[in-house]
């Protein structure tokens, strides 16, 4: 599977530059404007997005065919994707909050629940993300599976924008479930544990559309 | 040991049949796979390969089943498709360490070596090649990993006569190793008539022949005759015909003629024309 995940990060550095630049720019406005989970949210998005478009560069080049012609099996295809997202996602996930606990520190407001939520926020959004897009690439292409995936960023995107009128840094001036979720670590602790799970849920079902799709 | 040996194997879509194809590759030789477009040769390439299933029917690889021991028989076999299927943004040095990491034997000076006698040493972008170039590259890595066994899917069209000579050449070095063996799939029947030593002939998914190429122009000669003269041949010696206002031309079995027909002898692509419309 090293080959195949060498392949992955010579076209991650070729093709998705622009994502990691958009990733930047909103984790520094993050930064800024602490309590927007919009901010947040979607660099994770976008982490998801790289694996569904480097699927989309692997059927345009025809590397799939190519690659039923190594010593490779379509599980180890499947798994280097999802392993490929889990990295960028975790990457992300640790990045953000470890940047988050440094301007804490550095303001003098450090506080741990916070960078909790955070990284869980990152990590949960990413994978379930990565869950629901990757099977359909995996089922129908990335021409059909597209819908599916499009579908899913409107409804990231639209959700989080309607969030980003809360801040949820001042978990005092929240309320209803927002404030339970954001004075209690363990809801979004438990969110990450579900999305990780969806993950390998889905991971597992991506094996099996693509033993069965025809080339 | 034979190299490929294919028993009664059929696929069925929903417009086309490969039905009961039996066909034997021997080690150390070259097998021609000849058909129009549409004839089953990439179907047939796609079933040896696993890539897709089979409906009924056995493949063995190098003696090995191609289900159950395909993982590791890919080790074994290098492959060109029509379309090499690398991505476009990687350069050849790329290309090596990717392939270094998937094939055990790969032999990256080997590779090094490939490339530069194909011309294609410098490190320019995969997209930013020709269809040719590509093809060279695709070539130089199927064979970089010492596969036993090579099978090429129209590897030589959009190549030029020069290269597609330089081609040809490095698969006929292939062979000399008696564990070698090709299989190659071409609309250029006069590359094949080149190299092959077996010229398996495709139609409308069924083999319609297979036998040595030096057989084929003993057993199948060509006539020229009226329309008349020809309904008093027996049907079965008639393999193929193309009429025209001035007579009709026949590919026939010179077995099967009777005494004193003036018989041609036939290039592989003529038989392959007149086998192809006579079956239309």
């Not at chain 1, 060498?6 to 602490?34: H, N, Q, T």
């Not at chain 1, 569904?52 to 190594?70: F, G, I, N, P």
């Not at chain 2, 027996?234 to 004193?260: D, H, M, T, W």
Request: aromatic letters at 10%; hydrophobic letters at 45%.
């Amino acid at each position: 599977m090293k080959g195949l995940l060498l392949k992955d990060y010579y076209m991650l550095l070729k093709y998705c530059r622009p994502y990691a630049l958009i990733v930047l720019i909103f984790g520094v406005c993050s930064l800024a404007d602490g309590g927007n989970l919009f901010m947040l949210a979607y660099p994770a998005v976008l982490c998801g997005i790289n694996s569904v478009s480097l699927l989309a560069y692997d059927e345009k080049s025809r590397w799939q065919q190519y690659c039923e012609t190594m010593p490779y099996t379509r599980k180890q295809v499947v798994d280097s994707k999802y392993l490929m997202s889990f990295l960028l996602i975790a990457g992300l996930s640790v990045v953000l909050a470890a940047a988050h606990s440094l301007v804490g520190a550095v303001r003098g407001i450090f506080n741990p629940v916070w960078v909790l939520n955070i990284f869980c926020l990152i990590w949960s959004v990413g994978h379930a993300f990565s869950a629901i897009c990757l099977p359909m690439i995996f089922k129908y292409g990335s021409e059909k599976g597209r819908v599916m995936y499009i579908a899913v960023v409107v409804v990231f995107c639209v959700a989080f924008v309607n969030f980003g009128g809360y801040d949820f840094s001042e978990v005092s001036q929240l309320s209803g479930a927002f404030a339970v979720f954001a004075e209690n670590p363990i809801y979004m602790v438990v969110l990450a544990v579900i999305a990780a799970v969806l993950f390998l849920g889905s991971m597992k079902l991506s094996e099996q559309f693509y033993m069965k799709r025809e080339l | 040991m034979n190299a490929i040996e294919i028993r009664d194997l059929s696929k069925s879509y929903k417009d086309f049949n490969l039905e009961h194809l039996n066909l034997t590759l021997p080690g150390g030789c070259i097998m021609g796979l000849v058909g129009e477009n549409g004839a089953g040769k990439s179907t047939t390439i796609k079933l040896i390969l696993n890539m897709i299933h089979r409906d009924c029917g056995s493949i063995s690889i190098l003696g090995r089943d191609n289900v159950t021991e395909m993982q590791s028989l890919k080790e074994d076999i290098g492959v060109v498709l029509d379309e090499v299927g690398l991505p476009e943004c990687l350069n050849r040095r790329q290309v090596g360490n990717i392939m270094a990491l998937t094939f055990k034997n790969w032999d990256s000076d080997y590779f090094e070596a490939l490339c530069v006698k194909l011309g294609v040493a410098d490190q320019k972008k995969f997209g930013e090649y020709s269809k040719g170039m590509k093809m060279k590259i695709g070539i130089a890595v199927a064979m970089s990993h010492h596969p036993k066994l090579l099978i090429l899917d129209e590897a030589t069209s959009g190549l030029d006569p020069v290269v597609r000579d330089d081609v040809l050449d490095l698969l006929n070095d292939f062979t000399r190793d008696e564990d070698h063996a090709v299989l190659v799939s071409s609309h250029i029947v006069s590359d094949l008539e080149k190299i092959c030593d077996y010229i398996a002939f495709m139609h409308q998914g069924q083999l319609v022949l297979c036998e040595e190429k030096d057989r084929l122009t003993e057993l199948y000669g060509l006539i020229r005759c009226s329309a008349e003269q020809l309904k008093e041949l027996n049907p079965q010696a008639v393999i193929g015909k193309s009429e025209s206002p001035y007579g009709v031309e026949a590919v026939v079995r010179r077995a099967e003629l009777p005494a004193g027909w003036e018989v041609s002898p036939i290039d592989i692509e003529e038989l392959f024309v007149m086998m192809v419309r006579g079956r239309a």
